[in-house]
């Protein structure tokens, strides 16, 4: 009996400690639609923003309007920041020119704005809480 109850104890202890999560909306605005091709959409954290192929989570979602919603579910409470971009030719990578800028249209959470590079972590971060919902607005550019 003893260890029926200290096991059940171990497990509440356990269910107590399980990892929190929140859930992240990103509404990006400034698709071309007539390009087609794929929203590509990343969650960062501090450490790898915004490296491509080092997101935390990411999302590719077929182009079908002007303005898209991307939903993160169970992301664990934290720190984040979004980027994202129209993957034209659908191939999984941003385009750049010859100094490195983007020739795919993209932006960052915050509607944090690129200048001579992407935007520090500070401008397109989010918290993500426990049990809520978080909205954040991406505008392609």
């Given at each position: 009996?003893?260890q ?14 399980a990892?929190?999560?929140g ?25 790898n ?5 080092q ?8 182009i ?8 993160f ?8 920041a ?30 944090a ?6 935007p ?5 971060a ?11 607005s991406?505008?392609?550019?």
């Amino acid at each position: 009996m003893k260890q029926l109850l200290f096991g059940i104890a171990i497990f509440f202890c356990a269910a107590s400690h399980a990892q929190q999560t929140g859930r992240l909306v990103v509404v990006v605005k400034g698709i071309d639609k007539a390009k087609g091709g794929e929203l590509a959409t990343g969650l960062f954290t501090k450490d790898n923003f915004p490296k491509s192929g080092q997101q935390l989570k990411g999302i590719y979602s077929p182009i079908t309007a002007d303005q898209m919603q991307v939903v993160f579910e169970q992301v664990p409470v934290g720190t984040y920041a979004v980027a994202a971009y129209q993957d034209t030719d659908g191939d999984h990578k941003l385009k750049t020119n010859l100094v490195g800028y983007p020739t795919e249209p993209m932006g960052f959470s915050r509607d944090a704005r690129i200048k001579l590079g992407p935007p520090s972590f500070s401008d397109a971060a989010l918290t993500i809480t426990a049990d809520q919902t978080v909205t954040t607005s991406v505008t392609l550019r």
